[in-house]
């Protein structure tokens, strides 16, 4: 037929709802509720020219501010070196898409081997698979990992210090795969490690989920977690920005099972929300339980260095109901995007931009408290980010920034804001925020 596509006529219509059983399209869609369903016209304008298009797209691109970004919380304005995007736009990058004969993609294959490779590098752990599709899909992935783990426990323990996004994503999964979930409790800011204990000796517990530097931006001493995880059974798990790694205590050194968390912060855009790409490493133990895929070095049949997919669970394809996990595919634009940001920086670079981020950071808290209106919430160590008590009204606060400029900071509670800085920060710009104060 030299056609592709017909519209459905009348005679279409009816055969296809007759084969349903129902009589109308209303019959069709009527466990929809009527309050939701849209019974207006659509206001869809004359169809315009190119140059209108153009043009009316243009001033509504006006409308938009670009703010100066003092807000973290999982998301940060860090710089992107100009030639990552023009790399990844590639075409043989930016249009493929998982290679189902995957060692004819070495391409794909190889930048995703050193993207493991990095990651391992950076968190101290000997495994790491391809990437995940964000930090908080991949916690959760590591809470069913620590359940699958073990044969007789399902109770996962997380501590209330987690970012709180990461959390409901956690409940969520924990929810439709039968996983108990229970919070360990906080004191000044930081996770209770003796209630840990206490819960873990009450308890039959399959893992620990703790959060590094913590959603408050305090970095947490761990010492001694894994012992009383691994005394009890228990897989001892961390999510962590890997940014701050080049200069923090890596998940290996605290003797962790699982390393997670979002790769955004190495050079990614804050793009409204995504996409974005998570990070899973483990230990050797491990390995088998891990979801995804792990690219392998070999050599082919002519004695050349080649790639290829060392180890994946069939059954996350074919027997999902016994998988472990049911992620078939991976983020690995992002991943490139990642391997490229590492390559381009290396470990001192990566070294600088952290001591920067924690330099502005500390800088502001200090001009924050001089100002007489901010007073800190937590007496605990940070990093690049912090939370302080404001002693006047917020959103008025925020609403002049915000006509200033300025991002300044989430507001966590009533009288609370969370700060981070970057890189990009200048102390100019610090002080400028600072000047702007109500």
């Given at each position: 037929m030299p056609y592709k596509y017909f519209p459905h006529t009348q005679q279409d219509i009816d055969d296809m709802l007759a084969r349903c059983g129902v009589n109308s399209i209303d019959n069709l869609f009527s466990e929809?509720?009527?309050?939701?369903?849209?019974?207006?016209?659509?206001?869809?304008p004359e169809e315009k020219s190119e140059i209108e298009i153009r043009q009316f797209f243009d001033n509504l691109g006006k409308e938009n501010r670009q703010l100066t970004c003092f807000a973290g919380a999982g998301v940060y304005d860090k710089y992107t070196p100009a030639v990552i995007p023009s790399l990844v736009n590639r075409s043989e990058f930016l249009t493929s898409y998982t290679p189902y004969q995957a060692e004819v993609s070495q391409g794909t294959l190889h930048y995703i081997f050193e993207f493991q490779t990095m990651m391992a590098e950076l968190t101290g752990l000997p495994v790491s698979n391809a990437s995940m599709y964000d930090g908080a899909t991949a916690t959760a992935e590591a809470m069913l990992m620590a359940a699958a783990a073990s044969r007789k426990a399902n109770t996962v323990l997380v501590s209330e210090t987690i970012d709180p996004k990461i959390m409901a994503v956690l409940q969520t999964y924990a929810h439709f795969c039968h996983v108990d979930l229970k919070t360990i409790p906080s004191r000044d800011g930081i996770t209770d490690k003796e209630h840990l204990r206490s819960i873990i000796a009450e308890n039959s517990v399959a893992g620990v989920i703790v959060q590094q530097p913590d959603y408050?931006?305090?970095?947490?001493?761990?010492?001694?977690?894994?012992?009383?995880?691994?005394?009890?059974?228990?897989?001892?798990?961390?999510n962590c920005n890997p940014s701050d790694l080049a200069l923090l205590k890596s998940p290996g050194e605290?003797?962790?099972?699982?390393?997670?968390?979002?790769?955004?912060?190495?050079?990614?855009?804050?793009?409204?929300?995504?996409?974005?790409?998570?990070?899973?490493?483990?230990?050797?133990?491990?390995?088998?339980?891990?979801?995804?895929?792990?690219?392998g070095q070999t050599i082919d049949e002519n004695g050349q260095r080649c790639f290829v997919l060392t180890l994946q669970a069939r059954e996350q394809h074919i027997r999902r109901q016994k998988a472990t996990s049911n992620i078939c595919s991976n983020q690995s634009l992002m991943a490139l995007w990642v391997t490229i940001y590492l390559s381009i920086m290396g470990k001192e670079g990566l070294k600088d931009i952290a001591r920067l981020s924690c330099d502005g950071a500390h800088y502001l808290y200090d001009q924050l408290l001089q100002t007489g209106r901010f007073k800190p919430v937590y007496n605990q160590p940070f990093f690049n980010e912090f939370v302080v008590e404001y002693d006047g009204d917020i959103k008025a606060l925020q609403n002049n920034w915000t006509k200033e400029g300025f991002f300044g900071g989430i507001r966590t509670s009533e009288h609370n804001l969370l700060f981070a800085v970057t890189e990009q920060r200048t102390k100019e710009q610090i002080d400028k925020l600072v000047s702007t104060i109500l």
């Amino acid at each position: 037929m030299p056609y592709k596509y017909f519209p459905h006529t009348q005679q279409d219509i009816d055969d296809m709802l007759a084969r349903c059983g129902v009589n109308s399209i209303d019959n069709l869609f009527s466990e929809i509720p009527e309050s939701v369903r849209f019974r207006q016209e659509l206001h869809i304008p004359e169809e315009k020219s190119e140059i209108e298009i153009r043009q009316f797209f243009d001033n509504l691109g006006k409308e938009n501010r670009q703010l100066t970004c003092f807000a973290g919380a999982g998301v940060y304005d860090k710089y992107t070196p100009a030639v990552i995007p023009s790399l990844v736009n590639r075409s043989e990058f930016l249009t493929s898409y998982t290679p189902y004969q995957a060692e004819v993609s070495q391409g794909t294959l190889h930048y995703i081997f050193e993207f493991q490779t990095m990651m391992a590098e950076l968190t101290g752990l000997p495994v790491s698979n391809a990437s995940m599709y964000d930090g908080a899909t991949a916690t959760a992935e590591a809470m069913l990992m620590a359940a699958a783990a073990s044969r007789k426990a399902n109770t996962v323990l997380v501590s209330e210090t987690i970012d709180p996004k990461i959390m409901a994503v956690l409940q969520t999964y924990a929810h439709f795969c039968h996983v108990d979930l229970k919070t360990i409790p906080s004191r000044d800011g930081i996770t209770d490690k003796e209630h840990l204990r206490s819960i873990i000796a009450e308890n039959s517990v399959a893992g620990v989920i703790v959060q590094q530097p913590d959603y408050w931006g305090i970095v947490e001493d761990y010492t001694g977690f894994a012992d009383i995880c691994h005394e009890a059974g228990a897989l001892f798990v961390m999510n962590c920005n890997p940014s701050d790694l080049a200069l923090l205590k890596s998940p290996g050194e605290w003797n962790a099972d699982v390393a997670v968390g979002d790769g955004q912060s190495l050079g990614i855009p804050m793009s409204w929300g995504g996409p974005y790409v998570g990070y899973m490493c483990c230990t050797d133990k491990l390995m088998r339980k891990m979801p995804g895929r792990i690219v392998g070095q070999t050599i082919d049949e002519n004695g050349q260095r080649c790639f290829v997919l060392t180890l994946q669970a069939r059954e996350q394809h074919i027997r999902r109901q016994k998988a472990t996990s049911n992620i078939c595919s991976n983020q690995s634009l992002m991943a490139l995007w990642v391997t490229i940001y590492l390559s381009i920086m290396g470990k001192e670079g990566l070294k600088d931009i952290a001591r920067l981020s924690c330099d502005g950071a500390h800088y502001l808290y200090d001009q924050l408290l001089q100002t007489g209106r901010f007073k800190p919430v937590y007496n605990q160590p940070f990093f690049n980010e912090f939370v302080v008590e404001y002693d006047g009204d917020i959103k008025a606060l925020q609403n002049n920034w915000t006509k200033e400029g300025f991002f300044g900071g989430i507001r966590t509670s009533e009288h609370n804001l969370l700060f981070a800085v970057t890189e990009q920060r200048t102390k100019e710009q610090i002080d400028k925020l600072v000047s702007t104060i109500l």
